[in-house]
């Protein structure tokens, strides 16, 4: 093998940052803060490993893209009966939706928080609804771009909840025995399964195997493929390493101020900030714009790698090809309506788009085979993948994880 090159890594970087801030959606946050409040620090050892097989299933998504120049939705099609083809989409779109829903509900609470409740969850939806548009035309100034722009969002997510952190002064010894300790309780089960579903997304299975296609690789020449599988390994390896920091980071903090405590059984994305503001914050300690800033970055960067996520499961399932607008606006819909339906009915309780969250959580933990099984059956097929097939121990790994 050549040696290692920082020139060809940084070439090779941006697909795994753009698919990583799927392990950083509002529903992660959610997730987070309902596990920190809810079990304190004992869930940390399923967030690691968690992390861990998303990483696996991210690297063989990346594996099944580059070696055959095609991604996961376009392979389904081309290898299973046509109604076999049709349910996966279908229920790659139930997944598409339901993380566009929590994308949508997190930035509008962002907006409500960072306006000081002048702007109310419904009008919020509105201004979410318009992002995506906003950042689709910067995609026309080049990919890279794009990808710089998620490096920046990426880096105000850390900037923010690392802050929260350093300011509370979570207990290292706790932290450190829950990430090593498994433990699980009847009470946190829904949290737990919550903190899987929204950490292995199913639909950021079809987005990274066609992200890797950003960069040209000839299938045919072994070489060329080996590398580019070398340096996207790494650079997905690193990708994720930060999202797993914030959600830590996010999870101890919450279980620090909230475990054991009355606020614990009402705490959600929009009454977490006042809560920290009151518990942590003080006169001279901004936590509420903190957490809204953090909350903002995370909601439309996802927004966007969820459009892009719709684009790659229509075109390669269906074989329609929409501009990206018009698809953004068919996804936009189907999340839009019903977030605004829950916002105004319920008169944007809190605990009821909180509700809706940790549920839509459970829902993407349900949809994971349908993204996963197909995903181990095809990058274990010689006439697929050639010389690059899985070996049995990588199928059995992935296979546990279901």
Not at 34 to 50: H, P
Not at 127 to 138: E, G, P, R, V, Y
Not at 228 to 242: D, G, K, P, W
Not at 367 to 384: A, H
């Amino acid at each position: 093998a050549p040696p290692f090159s920082w020139r060809k890594l940084w070439l090779f970087t941006g697909p795994g940052f753009l698919m990583s801030i799927a392990f950083l959606d509002p529903g992660n946050l959610e997730g987070d803060l309902q596990a920190g409040a809810t079990a304190g620090d004992t869930l940390l050892w399923l967030l690691l490993w968690a992390t861990a097989m998303g990483l696996l299933v991210q690297l063989l998504a990346a594996r099944l893209g580059v070696a055959t120049g095609k991604n996961l939705a376009e392979l389904c099609r081309d290898e299973y009966p046509d109604w076999v083809r049709r349910a996966l989409w279908l229920m790659a779109e139930v997944s598409m939706v339901s993380a566009d829903i929590q994308e949508v509900i997190g930035s509008a609470i962002a907006i409500k928080i960072l306006s000081r409740g002048f702007l109310p969850i419904w009008a919020g939806v509105v201004i979410t609804a318009l992002d995506c548009f906003i950042f689709l035309s910067i995609e026309n100034y080049g990919v890279r771009k794009l990808e710089a722009l998620f490096a920046v969002m990426i880096a105000i997510m850390a900037w923010s909840f690392a802050w929260m952190f350093i300011e509370t002064k979570p207990s290292g010894k706790d932290l450190i025995v829950g990430l090593l300790v498994p433990k699980l309780s009847s009470r946190t089960l829904r949290q737990a399964v919550g903190i899987v579903g929204c950490v292995i997304t199913p639909h950021n299975v079809f987005l990274h195997s066609a992200l890797v296609q950003s960069r040209k690789v000839d299938q045919n020449k072994e070489y060329q493929v080996r590398e580019a599988l070398r340096y996207y390994s790494i650079e997905s390896t690193m990708a994720l390493v930060v999202p797993f920091m914030i959600n830590l980071f996010v999870t101890t903090v919450f279980a620090k101020g909230f475990y054991g405590t009355e606020e614990a059984r009402t705490i959600g994305l929009e009454n977490a900030g006042q809560y920290l503001q009151e518990k942590f914050g003080g006169d001279y300690f901004p936590i509420l714009s903190i957490w809204g800033v953090g909350l903002l970055a995370a909601g439309t960067s996802s927004t966007i790698t969820g459009t892009y996520a719709g684009q790659f499961i229509m075109d390669g399932f269906l074989n329609w090809r929409l501009k990206k607008w018009m698809r953004a606006m068919i996804t936009r819909s189907f999340a839009i309506v019903p977030t605004i339906v829950v916002a105004l009915y319920f008169n944007a309780s809190e605990s009821a788009l909180d509700v809706l969250n940790e549920w839509l959580n459970v829902l993407q933990s349900v949809q994971i085979p349908f993204s996963l099984i197909p995903l181990i059956t095809l990058v274990s097929k010689e006439q697929v993948m050639g010389v690059f097939k899985i070996g049995l121990t990588t199928q059995v790994s992935n296979g546990w994880s279901l």
